[in-house]
């Protein structure tokens, strides 16, 4: 059971990750002619991804809450048997900026609902970039510690 909501949390991070990362780079400056890959990366329609990316975000963090008993009574006291604190304390870190990426879709929504003005562009895209980093933190940090996981059970 665990297993099985352990490979649904990674494949909506992985989902989550691509979609974010899309609508990101969509915001950024335009340096680029349409034509290269990354002018072509960037062209998505980004606001087309806001509500899958908060559905994603949700569910992806239900899983896991879901996910997380388990890792505190079978993988938190492996990695302190392991004197591995920074482990640990990368996964605090981890949960900390779920809950800041939690509070910050309300905002997140809003800016790419309301018609775009000059501010409004400079907070869109700060917020995106800060979701990002959240989402890719998030991602990133998981899937090391899994990865510690399985080395030392």
Not at 17 to 45: M, N
Not at 84 to 111: Q, S, T
Request: hydrophobic letters at 55%; a positive charge.
């Amino acid at each position: 059971m665990i297993t099985t909501l352990l490979i649904l949390h990674g494949l909506l991070a992985v989902a989550l990750l691509g979609a974010i990362t899309h609508q990101a780079f969509s915001t950024a400056r335009r340096t680029t002619t349409a034509q290269s890959f990354v002018g072509r990366f960037r062209s998505v329609g980004a606001p087309h991804y806001t509500n899958a990316i908060i559905i994603l975000f949700i569910v992806t963090s239900l899983f896991g809450a879901l996910l997380y008993p388990p890792y505190r009574l079978d993988v938190r006291p492996t990695l302190e048997d392991l004197d591995m604190r920074a482990a640990n304390g990368v996964f605090e870190i981890k949960e900390h900026l779920a809950a800041i990426g939690l509070g910050l879709l309300p905002a997140y929504w809003y800016f790419w609902r309301v018609p775009l003005t000059p501010e409004g562009m400079v907070a869109r895209r700060y917020l995106t970039w800060i979701l990002a980093f959240v989402i890719w933190w998030n991602f990133l940090v998981g899937h090391v510690l899994n990865n510690i996981r399985g080395l030392f059970q």
